[in-house]
Nanobody
Framework: VQLVESGGGLVQAGGSLRLSCAASGLTFSMYQMGWFRQAPGKEREFVAAISRSVSTYYADSVKGRFTISRDNAKNTVYLQMNSLKPEDTAVYYC?????????????????WGQGTQVTVAS
């Protein structure tokens, strides 16, 4: 399984970014996909997840600002991030799990990308 994130960068507060995660080596439609992030000196935290049935789940800190989506034809999951805040600055990771129930803990995800840096300037 290979997950490759892209789309990170530097943005001003209030701006937007769209992260992409291209997956290969798996039957993408069978996987629940998630986004996590890790800021310097902090633990990795859940951001959003999307199930095989396209149900979506969000951390309270990003609800209403971030949108997770998937395109099974392209084996890709996206994270649209709007109204970005400096506290959103982190390395963002894409992850995949075969778990069917909603998954918010990183240990439930067995495959991870290398991460993409998102920096929000104030």
């Amino acid at each position: 399984v290979q997950l490759v994130e892209s789309g990170g960068g530097l943005v001003q507060a209030g701006g937007s970014l769209r992260l992409s995660c291209a997956a290969s080596g798996l039957t993408f439609s069978m996987y629940q996909m998630g986004w996590f992030r890790q800021a310097p000196g902090k633990e990795r935290e859940f951001v959003a997840a999307i199930s095989r049935s396209v149900s979506t789940y969000y951390a309270d800190s990003v609800k209403g600002r971030f949108t997770i989506s998937r395109d099974n034809a392209k084996n890709t999951v996206y994270l649209q991030m709007n109204s970005l805040k400096p506290e959103d600055t982190a390395v963002y990771y894409c992850a995949a799990t075969l778990a069917i129930s909603p998954s918010f803990r990183s240990e439930r995800f067995g495959s991870w990308g290398q991460g993409t840096q998102v920096t929000v300037a104030s």
